[in-house]
């Protein structure tokens, strides 16, 4: 158990690095700050899970930086494609796009993140992880065990909300799309006829997840604010029948 509760320890610690380089590259790119990530807490998972997997399959090929270099692109790149895919499975939508980068496949991944991956795979074996133990030996095995603990009880926590705001927003999405189809026109009466019920459903905030994946506001902008504005309106007509009663 001592084993699974430090592979989650470095697991968050990877996250977290992962959560420091997406804040920064997306922060200048946007050139704005940028609360990048999925969950609520500063961590990826999606780098954690890439680099356990890195040191479990590559720590053997430690004499050989090019084996770590091209298996790291294999592995890294397919973590990406496949949590790419199911997430938009799951919450019917793109988390992020590459089909406007050259050289990449279903715009899922793309060749200048799989080389940086590549590259982040021999700075993990090389550099990091080394330091990263260096810096773990400093604490008693009890102190990390019970630490690893408390981190893994918030992370559940943490999982269990950002999903179920995800879902929240998988509805929105759903019914921005199906106002994409219809005339413009129509969209204030479809609102308060069709969807009005499923719309007072939906309780879970979603701001922080469309601010930080871009792509979904660019590819449903127009949906959504018809849809806040709806919901506003409404708000504000139940407030003036309260104060009226």
């Known amino acids: 158990m001592n084993d699974f509760y430090l592979t989650f320890l470095l697991f968050i610690i990877y996250g977290f ?10 922060s200048f790119y946007s050139k704005k700050l940028v609360n ?13 899970i890439g680099a356990i997997l890195i040191l479990l399959t590559l720590n053997r090929y430690y004499r050989d930086p090019i084996v770590v270099f091209v298996f790291g692109i294999i592995i890294t790149s397919s973590i990406e494609y496949y949590t790419s895919y199911l997430l938009e499975k799951f919450f019917h939508n793109k988390w992020w796009d590459y089909s406007e980068r050259r050289y990449n496949l279903n715009g899922r991944i793309c060749l200048f993140n799989a080389l940086a991956f590549g590259v982040g795979s021999c700075l993990i074996i090389y550099f990091i992880q080394p330091l990263v133990l ?9 102190n990390l065990v019970l630490f690893s603990k408390i981190l893994l009880f918030i992370f559940i926590i943490d999982i269990i909300c950002s999903i179920m705001i995800a879902y929240n927003l998988r509805h929105r999405l759903i019914i921005a799309e199906e106002l994409k189809a219809e005339k413009i026109k129509f969209i204030p009466t479809l609102l308060k006829k069709k969807y009005a019920n499923e719309i007072n ?4 905030a979603t701001n922080r997840l469309i601010n930080s994946f871009p792509i979904i506001k660019r590819d449903y902008d127009k949906e959504l604010e018809l849809i806040k504005n709806w919901v506003k309106e409404k708000n504000i007509k139940k407030k003036k029948s309260k104060k009226n009663k």
Do not use: M
Request: hydrophobic share 40%; net charge positive; proline share 6%.
């Open 17 to 26: 690095l992962g959560y420091l380089l997406e804040v920064v590259y997306c």
């Open 36 to 48: 990048r990530g999925f969950l609520f807490g500063p961590y990826c998972p999606i780098y954690g």
């Open 134 to 142: 260096n810096f773990l030996n400093n604490f008693q095995l009890h």
């Open 201 to 204: 459903r939906l309780k879970w």
